[in-house]
């Protein structure tokens, strides 16, 4: 399974970007799907998460301004953050649960910079 995450880009602040991660291969089912963050200099923090059956959740500090999504077709996983903060800059990483067939594993996307300009 890969995940391959796009969207990242620069913005001022209040502007708005979304973010996409695919998931692509054969023979798994995705289960549930997630976008964390890293600052410099600071551990990676789980931003939102969707169930397979579209059930989210969110860190407070996103909370009204970021909201998860996913499309199951596509397997694919959204991240549509709008009223950006400088705060929010930091790579953007996706995870997603999934079943191979003989194992539930999670995997990663490779990153994506946010950067958010006061």
């Known amino acids: 399974v890969q995940l391959q995450a796009s969207g990242g880009g620069m913005v001022q602040a209040g502007g708005s970007l979304r973010l996409s991660c695919a998931a692509s291969?054969?023979?798994?089912?995705?289960?549930?799907m997630a976008w964390y963050r890293q600052a410099p200099e600071k551990q990676r923090e789980l931003v939102a998460t969707?169930?397979?059956?579209?059930?989210?959740s969110y860190v407070d500090s996103v909370k009204g301004r970021f909201t998860i999504s996913r499309d199951n077709s596509k397997n694919t996983v959204y991240l549509q953050m709008n009223n950006l903060k400088p705060e929010d800059t930091a790579v953007y990483y996706c995870?997603?649960?999934?079943?191979?067939?003989?194992?539930?594993?999670?995997?990663w996307g490779q990153g994506t910079q946010v950067t958010v300009s006061s």
């Open positions: 995870n997603a649960g999934a079943d191979t067939g003989t194992a539930y594993r999670q995997y």
């Open positions: 291969g054969r023979g798994f089912s995705i289960g549930a």
């Open positions: 969707i169930s397979s059956r579209g059930t989210t």
